[in-house]
């Protein structure tokens, strides 16, 4: 059973940075991608960032381009978003994501974190 977990949210201020990590269990990846993704109430979840977990392959929504980093260290299972000058529209709940082998589309979730930037 595949498992995701987010961890690394928070209350900051606006300029501030986080890393957000996703921890992944129950399942081996081989060509599988993992991205992020984000939710306000009231607004449809929004695409963030993607890699690929046998390459180097990245591609960023381009909201978040130059300011969040999506990466990856496959011995410890596990997906970071680096979140710099971060601004108050980028207060959300953050899910990490993972693609079914078979099909292609991201179909597990994890619990989602919370990150609020405020001064």
């Known amino acids: 059973q595949v498992r995701l977990a987010e961890s690394g949210g928070g209350l900051v201020q606006p300029g501030d940075s986080l890393r957000l990590s996703c921890l992944v269990s129950?399942?081996?990846?081989?060509?599988?991608?993992l991205g992020w993704f984000r939710h306000v109430i009231g607004r449809e979840r929004e695409f963030l960032a993607r890699?690929?977990?046998?390459?180097?392959?990245?591609y960023y929504a381009a909201s978040v381009q130059g300011r969040f980093t999506i990466s990856r260290d496959n011995a410890k299972n596990t997906v970071y978003l680096q979140m710099n000058s971060l601004k108050p529209e980028d207060t959300a709940i953050y899910y990490c994501?993972?693609?079914?082998?078979?099909?292609?589309?991201?179909?597990?979730w994890g619990p989602g974190t919370q990150v609020t930037v405020s001064s």
């Open positions: 994501t993972a693609t079914e082998r078979y099909t292609g589309n991201f179909y597990y």
């Open positions: 129950g399942h081996t990846f081989t060509s599988e991608h």
């Open positions: 890699i690929s977990w046998n390459d180097d392959k990245t």
